[in-house]
């Protein structure tokens, strides 16, 4: 027997009597996310719920793992982000799973998270927000072509970098923006 496609995971917990012990965030099936914190991505919406399902970049998870016994069932498969998977215990009694999922901290979405991200790059990069308060303070800059400048040199440096895991690092976004500031310090911009 192979693991249910994510519709009918979904389907499944929507109708479950356990849906608040094992799917707790699952609300409805309008918006997919993560049964233990509710950690979503609003680019996952496609025109039906199904696909939007299917798009969504969450993992099956066994609540008592098959090397432990548990079936491939739709009863005994959840929906969760790598992180909650990564950390979701391996164990026989799904009482572990459930008083874990209790315990989980609520997530935001994915683009929230991004954002929060640069914001933290940010208070580690004061050399950035110090030339963000010179552009604003040129008399002969508008606010439209600041943002132009700050744009291009953030893409210049953008294509310098990595990507760790698929997304930018902390660190990797830090150094994106000292060296935007850099640039811009000697005349590069």
């Known amino acids: 027997m192979s693991v249910p496609a994510k519709w009918q995971l979904v389907q499944h917990w ?3 009597s356990d849906r608040d012990t094992f799917a707790p965030m699952l609300e409805d099936a309008d918006t997919p996310c993560c049964f233990a914190c509710g950690w979503f991505s609003e680019h996952w919406s496609r025109p039906t719920q199904k696909a939007s ?3 969504a970049t969450l993992e099956r998870a066994h609540i008592i793992p098959s090397s432990l016994g548990g079936s491939d069932d739709a009863s ?6 790598a992180p909650c998977h990564r ?17 989980r901290p609520d997530r ?3 683009e929230v ?7 933290v790059a940010l208070k580690q990069a004061p050399e950035f927000t110090a030339l963000l308060a010179e552009l604003e303070a040129e008399p002969d800059l508008s606010d439209a072509e600041a943002i132009e400048r700050i744009k291009g040199m953030l893409w210049e440096s953008v294509r310098r970098a ?3 895991a698929s997304a930018l690092s902390t660190g990797t976004k830090v150094a994106i923006l000292r060296d935007t500031a850099a640039r811009a310090t000697r005349g590069e911009a």
């Open 108 to 110: 935001s979405s994915k």
């Open 53 to 55: 399902w299917e798009r």
């Open 162 to 164: 990595s990507l760790h």
């Open 113 to 119: 998270e991004e954002a929060s991200d640069w914001f």
């Open 14 to 16: 929507l109708a479950s």
């Open 87 to 103: 950390d979701s215990p391996d164990w026989p009694d799904p009482g572990e799973m459930a008083r874990w999922i209790a315990e």
């Open 76 to 81: 005994n498969v959840i929906l969760l982000c």
